[in-house]
């Protein structure tokens, strides 16, 4: 069956460092990657959306990988701060399908 | 803009009665898709409709639970009867076809967190 694993429960990062999570893939085949950030009490807001054939894409402080080969993407934020703590999903996609399939999720404390 | 509207933000109720949820998604909008997300099984898309017409409800878990939507500025999820088991965070979220491009980003709403007693 199908699985979606981001790399781990939680990670913290010092303020200032790169964030790097993971976001790896089975049994799955998927024209598009999204991430997405969710607050406590809060629904997913979306960050970046990247497509099979792209192999990155930037916007500001962040950055998404997209390995087709590797079944796995990686999501960075540079320059990392305080207000950037929050857990981050990751979902996939079909081409022409509307239907995402989310990870569980890893849970990012930026520490001061 | 305002954006997906969902209500009530928190609904307590006892075991066996029915629960209704309501989504108000972004105008102009023409895909509604309504979620569950657990701590055991995360966020996970039970039905999703275009243009009002549900498409895909695999993910429905029984047929204690029913969607529909009426207009495009409205959607409800009921459930009936509710069980403990159906307690979590029940979110709708809306997108837009982008000059035909499909898988566009979603916009979620906040939620409505519901406790069966």
């Known amino acids: 069956s199908q699985k979606i694993e981001q790399n781990s429960e939680a990670l913290n990062i010092q303020e200032g460092k790169t964030a790097t999570l993971t976001c790896n893939y089975t049994n799955y085949s998927p024209a598009y990657l999204q991430w997405y950030r969710q607050d406590p009490g809060r629904g997913p807001v979306f960050l970046l959306l990247i497509r099979e054939n792209e192999k990155e894409k930037r916007k500001e402080r962040l950055k998404v990988t997209f390995d087709t080969t590797l079944k796995q993407s990686l999501f960075h934020i540079t320059a990392s701060q305080p207000a950037d703590s929050a857990t981050y999903l990751c979902a996939l996609s079909n081409f022409g399908n509307e239907k995402l399939t989310f990870g569980t999720g890893t849970r990012l404390t930026i520490i001061p | 803009d305002a954006g997906v509207i969902q209500s009530p933000r928190h609904e307590v109720t006892e075991m066996g009665q029915e629960v209704t949820l309501r989504c108000k998604p972004i105008s102009g909008h023409d895909y509604l898709f309504w979620y569950r997300q657990t701590m055991m099984r995360g966020l996970e898309l039970l039905i999703y409709?275009?243009?009002?017409?549900?498409?895909?409800d695999s993910g429905m878990p029984e047929d204690r639970f029913s969607a529909k939507m009426p207009n495009a500025s409205f959607s409800t999820l009921k459930i009936q009867p509710s069980e403990p088991r159906d307690s979590a965070v029940y979110f709708c979220?809306?997108?837009?076809?982008?000059?035909?491009?499909?898988?566009?980003?979603?916009?979620f709403g906040d939620g409505t967190r519901l406790s069966i007693l």
């Open positions: 409709f275009n243009n009002n017409v549900p498409i895909d």
């Open positions: 979220a809306s997108s837009f076809e982008r000059g035909g491009h499909l898988n566009q980003p979603q916009h």
